[in-house]
């Protein structure tokens, strides 16, 4: 079975802090995604990136960054949180070929920005 | 971009009910990618099935790709079944895989 792990469920960050997320897949996928899903708004792309030090700009990357140093492992850096990034973060990934593959969800990491 | 719009945005049953939830997307897919998140925020993977009919257990799926709606159908409903699903989907090209949501349908499933 894939697994998507992601390094914290929760945490609590003051206005400012700078923010590691990291996301760990073991199936040699070459996608990854962060998502952010919030209440009305449903889940909203971030960043991805399909190859090792490759990244794209999702729909609302301000305010964010990554990194793709291993295939394994794609980090989400909040450079100086603020409450409005308060939410719901969820990292995934797939195959690349033919951009076709099923995606699979870690289970999430809820940010609380104070 | 896609546009991707599911309905109904909720829907309540008592458990051993049917129900039918519909997704309509605006263009050529060729990925369509079926998810249920459950109380927790786990997304889970239902069905990959940009075209064609599937089923799992007391789940199936149906995507008409050339009228660009896709069908998840649930019978006999559990208690377990109550989340939110959502329906994905990609329009290919240099997409890299990247998926557009819908805005979910929050089930709950009455016992």
């Known amino acids: 079975d894939v697994k998507v792990t992601q390094s914290s469920r929760y945490l609590v960050k003051r206005t400012g802090e700078k923010v590691f997320l990291e996301c760990v897949q073991d199936m040699d996928h070459e996608n990854m995604f962060w998502y952010r899903q919030d209440p009305g708004l449903g889940l909203r792309l971030i960043y991805f990136?399909?190859?090792?030090?490759?990244?794209e700009k999702g729909d609302i990357p301000e305010g964010y960054s990554v990194s793709r140093e291993k295939k394994e492992r794609f980090s989400l850096i909040l450079e100086s949180a603020s409450t409005n990034q308060t939410s719901m973060y969820l990292c995934a990934s797939s195959w690349r070929l033919a951009g076709t593959g099923e995606l699979f969800f870690g289970e999430g990491s809820r940010l609380t920005v104070l | 971009g896609i546009q991707v719009e599911q309905s109904p945005p909720d829907l309540i049953l008592q458990e051993g009910a049917n129900s039918t939830l519909r997704c309509n997307f605006s263009d050529s897919v060729n990925n369509l990618q079926w998810f249920h998140q459950n109380p927790w925020g786990q997304l889970i993977n239902l069905f990959y099935i940009p075209s064609g009919t599937k089923q799992n257990g007391r789940l199936s799926a149906t995507t008409v790709a050339t009228e660009r709606y896709s069908l998840l159908y649930i019978s006999s409903s559990q208690t377990t079944d109550s989340g939110v699903y959502f329906c994905?989907?990609?329009?290919?090209?240099?997409?890299?895989?990247?998926?557009?949501f819908g805005q979910g349908t929050i089930l709950t499933v009455h016992p």
């Open positions: 990136s399909y190859d090792v030090k490759m990244k």
């Open positions: 994905a989907v990609s329009a290919g090209g240099t997409s890299y895989g990247k998926l557009t």
